[in-house]
């Protein structure tokens, strides 16, 4: 049931809050399948008034919001022990990256690192000699 | 675990440096840091990197710092926020407060409760 009118104005206010909230509680599942759209329909609100309103109060765009949280589960995923020989296309896929070069593209562009470089170096124990391995190559 | 081969690019070299620090050494870690470990001269550190991942050394220190922070909530969600503020080096509450915030724009707090209300 869709919320009386002047209840759904006040949830406005804090639309982009709840937005925040909404993106960060889904699953890794529902995140890989997230788009500005869907989120819209979820709060019943406009694609276009979303987005406004997400950039004017938080300064950046959803799309880019839903993206960098997408990067940051993957890594995560990478990070987890029960991981260490995950299959790096099938976690883009999970995280609803379905072409996997794609995937290598933009977490190297984010991370400076590919998925599976990032794997090994999060799995080496701190404190261990990677400084003097990386000035020997 | 399938293992890259061929040479490490200067700029990943250093991403893979920051990367496999524990939590307390990323907490200390600088550019200076950074540099004199590598054995390079922190102004040629600045400019590769900053060229080369489009962020600056700074910023993805910085980055790094509130991912673990987040890691750790999400793993732990128990920790005491000032405790973990201080592990990763933030002198201040506010200012780990406001980092965290200009990442994931929510306060940590905010964060712990949702992570907690989700049950993860």
């Known amino acids: 049931m869709k919320p009386p009118g002047l209840l759904n104005v006040m949830r406005k ?57 997408r990067m940051f589960r993957a890594a995560q995923l990478l990070s987890e022990d029960l991981n260490i ?42 404190g261990s000699s990677e400084a003097h391995k990386i000035r020997e190559q | 675990m399938k293992k890259n081969t061929g040479p490490i690019p200067f700029h990943e070299k250093v991403a893979i440096y920051i990367l496999s620090r524990g939590i307390e050494e990323l907490g200390t870690l600088t550019s200076e840091a950074v540099a004199e470990a590598l054995g390079v001269p922190l102004p040629k550190l600045l400019k590769t990197f900053a060229v080369h991942q489009h962020i600056t050394l700074d910023r993805f220190i910085m980055r790094e710092k509130i991912h673990r922070a987040i890691f750790t909530i999400d793993k732990d969600q128990a920790v005491s926020l000032e405790s973990l503020s ?35």
């Open chain 1, 13 to 69: 206010n804090n639309l982009t809050d709840r937005v925040v909230e909404y993106l960060l509680k889904s699953t890794d599942d529902e995140l890989s399948s997230l788009s500005v759209e869907k989120i819209a329909k979820h709060f019943d609100v406009s694609v276009s008034f979303l987005c406004r309103k997400f950039r004017n109060e938080k300064y950046f765009t959803i799309g880019k919001f839903i993206f960098k949280e």
């Open chain 1, 85 to 126: 020989n995950i299959n790096i296309k099938a976690l883009g896929e999970k995280m609803g990256f379905y072409d996997y070069d794609y995937f290598i593209r933009v977490f190297k562009n984010y991370y400076g690192i590919s998925p599976s470089r990032y794997r090994e170096c999060v799995h080496k124990k701190p």
């Open chain 2, 86 to 120: 201080g592990k990763l080096g933030f002198k201040r509450m506010d200012e780990f407060e406001t980092q965290f915030r200009n990442y994931l724009h929510i306060a940590p707090h905010l964060y712990k409760e949702i992570r907690r209300s989700k049950g993860l």
